[in-house]
């Protein structure tokens, strides 16, 4: 089972939520998992230009490390994103990440896959953060197995840290039991279902220009 994670800290894993991720990867390699850390603080990751080439082909023109990202996530079976709170949301980095990926979201392309998310703060409002990239996660066709936050104490440490490490474990393993035993989460399946009609609709209405992904749909539909 692999897991992949990508940090979005520009601290690396040097910083805070770098320590975090430690000990949920810790957990998921306890019950056998094979894992990959993808640190966008030495990878570039351009902000999307708009050019809808990824639409048309499947493909994003911009040179840089994106589309080696997207093949790694695409080939693991479990994906953790962690991100520092950088003023209620998550990393500039991130975000050029997360707009990048608007093709596989116009695919869900990730379906079937599970995900974590670890997020750290300097002053709490954790629980917004961490919904936000959940929603991502299921926009991407995944389902969430949990996520983790916590504002700091100082560097690379945390209040109540033997509590909180041991949450952190314990959802890296969950989040390779989600995958072994293809847990089911209710409650996403129906936002999957909503979002499955509405991508699907979107590029119907969209099929004279945006031919990869038209011709992805069409598939998706006729192996269903």
Known sequence: MKILAILASPRGTRGNTGRLLDEVLAGAREVGAETEVLSLSTLKVQPCVGCDNCHKTGICPINDDYEGIKEKLLACDGFILASPNYIFSVTAQMKALFDRCNGLIHCMALEGKYAAVVETSGGGEDADVISYMERVINTLGATSAGG???????????PDEATLYGKASALGRDLCRC??????????????????????????????????????????????
């Open 179 to 224: 995958i072994s035993e293809k847990r089911r989460f209710p409650e996403q399946e129906r936002f999957h279902e909503a979002f499955r009609s509405r991508m699907s609709g979107l590029v119907d209405f969209m099929k004279e220009f945006w031919s990869f992904e038209r011709d992805y749909w069409q598939k998706r539909t006729l192996a269903r």
């Open 148 to 158: 983790i936050g916590s504002p700091v104490a100082g560097v690379r440490t945390f």
